[in-house]
């Protein structure tokens, strides 16, 4: 059926057992949202952000794209960011990638998908840029998971990168920018230990993360 009655049934049943758990919920949501988080994710169905850290929802700004990229001329991208960050005063970016990643695994192997291709560019740029790491790796699913951690940590700097967040930075505003990755096998987080809050940090804690991946 079109309409996809189900959906609709799920919802209700979502929304009735949130007022019940916390009655007034939805009507103090509506009135604002003050997320401490945003959070830039792959767009995956199986990396649900709130869900797997039990949030709810008004907790996490979110933005999500195919393989969590950041890229400087993506505009949608750094919209979300420039909202967040300006305007809702999020007080951590958090890039989250996660394993078994199809964007990354197709970048590595250099599949032929279509129009995305063009977007997996900026993956097999981060492939060839850390050629070496991959390189010692012949088992191709410990590649593809190096390869994802390797992806977050550099998204991670490009996000600290952005004038967003250069100029947060400037005006002395409270803002770390982290990377993560998540495991669809286990179900848990992993810190890759990029943790930002400064431009003097970026540098070193870019090298750090690196050398410890």
Not at 20 to 32: D, I, K, N, V
Not at 72 to 95: G, R, Y
Not at 149 to 171: G, H, K, P
Request: overall charge negative.
């Amino acid at each position: 059926m079109r309409v996809l009655p189900h959906i609709f049934a799920n919802n209700r049943a979502w929304a009735e057992r949130i007022e019940a758990e916390r009655p007034g919920f939805f009507q103090t949501l509506a009135q604002q949202q003050n997320p401490k988080l945003l959070w830039i994710g792959c767009a995956d169905s199986r990396v649900p952000a709130t869900e797997i850290v039990d949030m709810m929802p008004g907790e996490i700004f979110v933005h999500r794209n195919v393989a969590n990229l950041v890229v400087h001329t993506d505009l949608n991208c750094l919209s979300v960011m420039q909202f967040a960050v300006d305007v809702l005063q999020v007080e951590h970016v958090i890039v989250c990638g996660h394993y078994g990643c199809g964007g990354v695994r197709a970048a590595l192997q250099q599949s032929r998908l279509g129009l995305i291709d063009n977007w997996l560019r900026h993956i097999q740029d981060v492939a060839e840029k850390h050629a070496h790491r991959l390189s010692i790796l012949e088992d191709v699913e410990l590649r593809t998971a190096k390869l994802c951690e390797l992806n977050i940590i550099e998204q991670a700097f490009n996000v600290c990168q952005t004038t967003i967040v250069q100029d947060a930075w400037s005006r002395g505003q409270m803002l770390t920018v982290h990377g993560w990755v998540y495991d669809i096998h286990d179900g848990l987080l992993q810190d890759l230990g990029f943790c930002a809050s400064a431009q003097d940090d970026v540098h070193t804690v870019y090298a750090a993360s690196l050398a410890a991946h």
